[in-house]
Nanobody, 125 residues
Framework: QVQLVESGGGLVQPGGSLKLSCTAS????????ISWLRQAPGKEREGISC???????YYADSVKGRFTTSRDNIKNTIYLQIDNLKPEDSGVYYC???????????????????RGQGTQVTVSS
């Protein structure tokens, strides 16, 4: 059974940082492109980043410079480091993948076949 699990969300003040994690307990993430998406209240889910199996990273223009995605194959974990958080970054963050190929999808908004339950990020003073 394919199961992705996100963690690391929370309540943080504007300007703060968070590091989100995406793990899988039943298979290795090493060989797959893994995306991060987020859904703000009342808005559609949007793709924000992806890391492929080679470690190449891709970002939506709206998050470039503040978001960094990476992978630790030893820990079987994909990370999303978010710096200088803004209130508009609030939402539920998901990791997603087709668990098929090594590359990232042609569009970051592709939600993938598999997606975790998400982790809530709230940016507020």
């Amino acid at each position: 059974q394919v199961q992705l699990v996100e963690s690391g969300g929370g309540l943080v003040q504007p300007g703060g940082s968070l590091k989100l994690s995406c793990t899988a307990s039943t298979f290795t993430l090493d060989y797959y492109g893994i995306s991060w998406l987020r859904q703000a209240p009342g808005k559609e889910r949007e793709g924000i980043s992806c890391v492929d199996a080679d470690g190449n990273t891709y970002y939506a223009d709206s998050v470039k410079g503040r978001f960094t995605t990476s992978r630790d194959n030893i820990k079987n974990t994909i990370y999303l480091q978010i710096d200088n958080l803004k209130p508009e970054d609030s939402g539920v963050y998901y990791c997603a993948s087709d668990i098929l190929g090594t590359t990232c999808p042609s569009t970051l908004n592709y939600e993938g076949t598999y997606r975790g339950q998400g982790t809530q990020v709230t940016v507020s003073s």
